[in-house]
Nanobody
Framework: QMQVVESGGGLVQAGGSLRLVCTAS????????VAWFRQAPGKEREFVGA????????QYSDSVKGRFTVARGDNDNTMYLQMNNLKSEDSATYFC????????????????WGQGTQVTVVS
């Protein structure tokens, strides 16, 4: 069993950067694919980006491509979502999930998911 916790959210100005952290406990992210989703008030949850453990497979939504990067952390328990050039439309609660199947986590089915961290981008 794995528990996943997101952190690093906060208030940031448009054009700025923020790094979200996804931390696993119970087991590590080794051999897991990790994805980030987000949900803004009144909107459906949407896929942001995903990365396989090896990094051979990555996927990003068109809205964040070139600005956001899913990266491995400093140890096997940590994954990051590096967000650059933030826009007001990036404001949302961000969720991290992990699954042994890359496309499972991209689709948001099965796997282990956290409770989210709030990101607010102000102009």
């Amino acid at each position: 069993q794995m528990q996943v916790v997101e952190s690093g959210g906060g208030l940031v100005q448009a054009g700025g950067s923020l790094r979200l952290v996804c931390t696993a406990s119970g087991r590590t992210f080794r051999n897991f694919a990790v994805a980030w989703f987000r949900q803004a008030p009144g909107k459906e949850r949407e896929f942001v980006g995903a990365r396989s453990w090896s990094g051979a497979s990555t996927q990003y939504s068109d809205s964040v491509k070139g600005r956001f990067t899913v990266a491995r952390g400093d140890n096997d328990n940590t994954m990051y979502l590096q967000m650059n050039n933030l826009k007001s439309e990036d404001s949302a609660t961000y969720f991290c999930g992990a699954s042994t199947g890359f496309w499972e986590v991209v689709e948001g089915i099965r796997g282990f998911w956290g409770q989210g961290t709030q990101v607010t981008v102000v102009s």
